[in-house]
Structure formats: structure tokens, C-alpha cells
């Protein structure tokens, strides 16, 4: 399993986080992460998941799936996949991440991890009013919004 859009150098950004999600589910799951298949990109937009999706390609790597930092990379390596005539998901299954509306609208409709926006927005508007209110805040808070799994076309293999 390939990771789209790993960065360099930033322990703390979410690229880091989900890459470092990615080798520990790898490990829980018994499978030995291949650094090989982590590609960095220059962005988070479809033409930077389009690039890194040919240069695993062009170097003879061809995962059975791939694990993109967001969306927008997960729908442009699905670009490159389909165009070098591979089909997803039966040569390679995509997953993306943040749900973005395009993600249910595409010619093969992507399977991505859905934030639960209400809550991030939640604990954002309260942070802020608490910041505004000059509360004191004690030590740093680590929230953790939920998160949920939506399979579609690009990992299961559409019916009739």
C-alpha cells in the first residue's frame, strides 16, 4: 500500500501525522511498511497526486493500493492510474481523505476517511472564544474529532 503526500520536515503538519497513522496500521496489521511507497509531493492538488501516482509508476512500483493525504491527490493519481490503463480498484484501490464533494462524483466514485467537520468546526469556534475571552488554558489541548470510513467505487468493485 502506497502513502501520497508525505512532506518533509514537518513532524507536526497532518501529512506527517496520517503518514505516521499509515506504517502503524501497516504494523498493527501485521504488514511491514515499504518506504519505498511513500511518495512527497510539492502540494496537496490533483496535479501533484497525478505526478506522484507516474513517478511510483514510471520507477516499476505498482501497489495494490494507494493511501493519499487527501482528496485532491487521491483523485489526481486515479487520473494517471485509469490513463495508463490500469483499472481501479482491481489493479489498484484509492483512498483519499477529508470527503470533498467531488469525491461521490467522479467517473469512479472515491472511498475516503470523512472528518467530522461539525465537531472540528466546534472546537475551533470554542478555542476562539475562549482565546477572545482570555481564559486561561491550563496546557495545550489535543482534540480528536471522530472520524468515518465511506467505501465507494474505487476500492469495491462496482456491481453487475
Known amino acids: 500500500i502506497a502513502f ?44 501533484d497526486g497525478a505526478a506522484a501516482m507516474a513517478s511510483l509508476l514510471d520507477r516499476g512500483e505498482r501497489p495494490d493500493a494507494v493511501f493519499a493525504y487527501n482528496d485532491m491527490i487521491a483523485t489526481g493519481a486515479m487520473r494517471t492510474i485509469t490513463e495508463r490503463g490500469l483499472a481501479i480498484p482491481d489493479d489498484i484501490a484509492v483512498v483519499g481523505f477529508d470527503d470533498i464533494e467531488e469525491s461521490r462524483y467522479g467517473a469512479t466514485t472515491l472511498t475516503t476517511i470523512a472528518p467530522d467537520k461539525t465537531a472540528i468546526a466546534r472546537l475551533a469556534v470554542d478555542s476562539l472564544v475562549e482565546r477572545l475571552a482570555g481564559t486561561p488554558v491550563a496546557e495545550p489541548r489535543r482534540p480528536r474529532p471522530g472520524y468515518r470510513l465511506v467505501v465507494r467505487e474505487s476500492t469495491t468493485p462496482r456491481q453487475g
Open 4 to 47: 501520497l503526500g508525505s512532506r518533509t520536515g514537518q513532524e507536526r503538519q497532518p501529512a506527517h501525522l496520517r503518514l505516521r497513522g499509515w506504517r502503524e496500521e501497516l504494523a498493527a496489521s501485521g504488514i511491514e511498511p515499504d518506504e519505498s511507497l511513500v511518495v512527497v509531493t510539492d502540494g496537496y492538488g490533483r496535479e
